[in-house]
């Protein structure tokens, strides 16, 4: 009792200090806690107050007490998602004990009526069937798969959000048939994808950047329950108007229990693709294989003196390694043939396939067509070369940075092809701890941790690291962690608590690895010039762009933002208080989000250099590898400085809801929630910032209208711009 008391103080002490203080962190407005209600009547229907209601885990073997109301009504406010036997004991009235109630994350449980029959208390009824429970006490629509579910249902590549397409309304984000990856990997009910939320043992689990990312991820195997709530949840589910997807992670039970597997797949074991064999030389299959091992193992942690029976403390840990080779699709693009990177032009093609060797030289000041050819370089007497002494170094460099012609007779420009694989290996690590402090008061601890290292093979264009067409090796480190620390209590009969905190985060580092692409590859990148020296990072090569006009679909290079870099980071607290009172279950809560998320700017630093032909270019040769080999580009851009923002907002939320049993056959739900939301700014002060503080009236940017004067139509010099103090007569606006 003295302990209980103790653990009543401090989190009351502790929700109150989450209420007060502006610590930077955040919660998940959700919670995995479920509750479980019920009706207890003798054989003629008439409620039966005063029977003790017994609740007890069929894994773990602690149990929670309640008796019925005047109305013969009970209520479990805080359940931990588990099967239970629930037992009804009244004097002068059987023992009635129901097994396989089956209680889920977040779900509000009805146990239907309990028919209790006069007799001896040593006399028991037995119900041992498990009965498919109506959603009668809630509105909302969700659905739920339990672990032996999960481990059962054929699912491509294991990836748990596949299981959310089973859901009525949702549907899979683009094309079918492929693995879901994250949460915004799939849309509910019309809902845009980075709408939907995500929540781990009711801590958040998404990037803050795009919303929809992972931070931590985890196996099937680790996961005892996935639930997707559709629509028309309470108020104390917050953060998304699309679906809440909840997932709740094992426990450990009284009995050590434990498993190991491995799933493989193998390229071998697939036929070859149409494309790859219609070519003249059959192109092998890319070499793709999978090889997913793990194991798990829990139970009770005792010791000679403390947790004899097994009900207090358990643990479970489980971890997967995931080693595969990923195929790509077939690539095919344009690379600069043997010639050209020499500076000779005179048997390239254009975009449609035909010869062009009329390259021009602007210096002649003379025509340059099929017709004509005095103004087109022609060094030799060979139409299209351009003389030694007119090569631009850095440009040749430039050239020479794609990987060699090895494609024939695939049309038009296309003289390129591949089709490399990812190596994408992930270790995912998951410890869980569950103490049963009092019969009133649990504690659970959680860390999940994810090791990624993937070498992309074509890289990724949008973190400046890649390439759509051209392999290019890229190193993507991907680590994640979810971290969650709980408490939940009983205050009493009738009032129960919960606070939890949690941390998430993640990182997204992006690092080429093509040593032609970095400029200590070729002495003649030092004559690049940089309008910006200082802002260039990793000794990148600017991204070299020859994309249209003749030279059609070329293969480039995006390298001018990177090496990129990216961390988020996000806390939560959440604290919901549960009041029962007669036939109302009334609820309120707190919620605090706080997410901090450096990361380097989408900006040329490295500088970008266009080299399509453009016709309005007085210098254009006409073709673009021309113009590089010449020193002739078409746009040139490049960002002033390097620079890392340093991303923060914060997210206050509450709410208060009530579930009222108006009766039998009717349940109302109503409630509210508010918000409390910042903007994404950066405290670095390196972005674009409006800071109030900082605003002068004064000294703000002057607005001029538009006006014409002593004209109509409106033309030439009578054009004005007047500013807001100006008081011109007489003119048309």
Not at 673 to 700: G, M
Request: charged fraction near 15%; charge should be neutral; hydrophobic fraction near 35%.
């Amino acid at each position: 009792m003295y302990l209980d008391r103790r653990l009543r103080a401090l989190c009351a002490s502790v929700l109150t200090g989450l209420m007060l203080a502006a610590v930077p962190s955040a919660a998940s407005a959700q919670t995995a806690s479920a509750s479980v209600a019920g009706t207890v009547q003798d054989a003629q229907g008439g409620a039966l107050p005063g029977v003790a209601i017994t609740l007890t885990s069929k894994t773990q073997g602690n149990t929670a007490v309640t008796t019925t109301d005047a109305e013969g009504r009970f209520f479990f406010a805080i359940v931990r998602p588990d099967t239970y036997t629930l037992s009804a004991e009244l004097q002068g009235f059987k023992k009635l004990e129901r097994t396989n109630l089956v209680v889920n994350a977040a779900d509000r449980t009805s146990a239907g009526i309990l028919a209790l029959e006069v007799g001896a208390m040593t006399e028991e009824v037995t119900v041992s069937t498990r009965v498919s429970e109506l959603q009668t006490t809630s509105g909302e629509r969700s659905f739920t798969l339990e672990n032996s579910a999960l481990q059962n249902i054929a699912n491509n590549g294991r990836a748990l959000f596949n299981f959310a397409t089973l859901v009525p309304g949702a549907l899979p984000n683009g094309n079918g048939g492929g693995e879901i990856g994250s949460v915004s990997g799939f849309t509910v009910n019309g809902q845009r994808a980075n709408s939907n939320t995500m929540s781990i043992d009711g801590v958040a689990n998404i990037d803050t950047g795009d919303n929809g990312g992972n931070m931590a991820t985890t196996n099937i195997d680790a996961v005892a329950e996935f639930k997707v709530l559709t629509n028309a949840y309470q108020a104390e589910y917050g953060r998304a108007v699309g679906a809440q997807l909840q997932v709740v992670t094992k426990s450990g039970s009284r009995d050590f229990h434990g498993s190991g597997y491995w799933y493989g797949r193998r390229s071998d074991w697939n036929a070859n693709s149409w494309i790859n064999k219609r070519n003249a030389v059959e192109t092998p299959k890319a070499a793709t294989k999978r090889n997913d091992s793990g194991y798990t193992i829990g139970g009770p942690i005792f010791a000679p003196g403390f947790n004899s029976d097994k009900k207090k403390l358990f643990f479970f840990f489980s971890q997967e390694h995931q080693r595969r080779v990923e195929n790509n699709a077939i690539r095919q693009t344009r690379v600069p043939t043997a010639l050209e990177r020499a500076g000779d032009f005179s048997q390239s093609l254009d975009n449609n396939g035909r010869l062009f060797n009329t390259i021009r030289d602007y210096t002649t000041g003379l025509p340059c067509t099929a017709a004509d050819t005095r103004g087109c370089f022609q060094d030799g007497g060979v139409l299209g070369r351009i003389p030694a002494n007119r090569l631009y170094a850095p440009g040749i460099a430039a050239l020479g940075i794609f990987p060699q012609a090895n494609l024939t007779g695939a049309g038009q420009d296309l003289n390129f092809q591949s089709q490399a694989p990812n190596n994408t290996p992930r270790r995912e690590d998951m410890l869980r701890m569950d103490y049963q402090a009092t019969d009133n008061w649990r504690i659970t601890g959680r860390y999940m941790n994810t090791v990624e290292n993937i070498v992309q093979a074509y890289g990724t264009t949008w973190a400046g690291n890649g390439s759509d067409q051209l392999p290019i090796p890229v190193l993507f480190l991907h680590p994640g962690s979810n971290y969650m620390l709980s408490a939940t209590g009983v205050l009493s009969p009738t009032m129960s608590l919960e606070v939890s905190w949690g941390r998430a985060a993640n990182q997204l580092n992006y690092e080429m690895q093509q040593e032609s692409l970095f400029k200590a590859s070729n002495p003649a990148f030092a004559q690049l010039p940089l309008f910006y020296p200082d802002a260039a990072q990793g000794d990148y090569v600017p991204q070299f762009i020859f994309r249209g006009g003749r030279t059609g679909n070329a293969g480039q290079y995006q390298t001018d933002r990177g090496p990129f870099t990216n961390k988020n980071v996000t806390h939560d607290v959440v604290a919901n208080l549960t009041k029962v009172a007669g036939s109302h279950a009334m609820k309120a809560g707190f919620y605090y989000q706080n997410s901090f998320k450096p990361q380097s700017i989408f900006a040329s630093f490295n500088s970008a250099i266009n080299f399509t032909d453009n016709a309005s270019n007085p210098f254009d040769t006409g073709y673009a590898y021309a113009n590089a080999a010449t020193g002739i580009f078409n746009s040139y851009t490049q960002a002033s400085k390097f620079a890392i923002p340093e991303w923060r907002y914060h997210n206050v939320e509450f709410y208060a809801q009530d579930n009222w049993k108006a009766g039998n056959k009717l349940t109302v739900d109503y409630g509210a929630r508010f918000y409390y939301l910042t903007p994404q700014w950066d405290e670095t002060l390196q972005a674009s910032n409006f800071v109030p503080s900082e605003f002068d009236r004064n000294n703000a940017a002057r607005l001029y209208t538009p006006v014409c004067v002593g004209a109509s139509p409106c033309s030439g010099a009578n054009r004005r711009g007047m500013k807001d103090s100006d008081n011109i007569q007489g003119e048309e606006k």
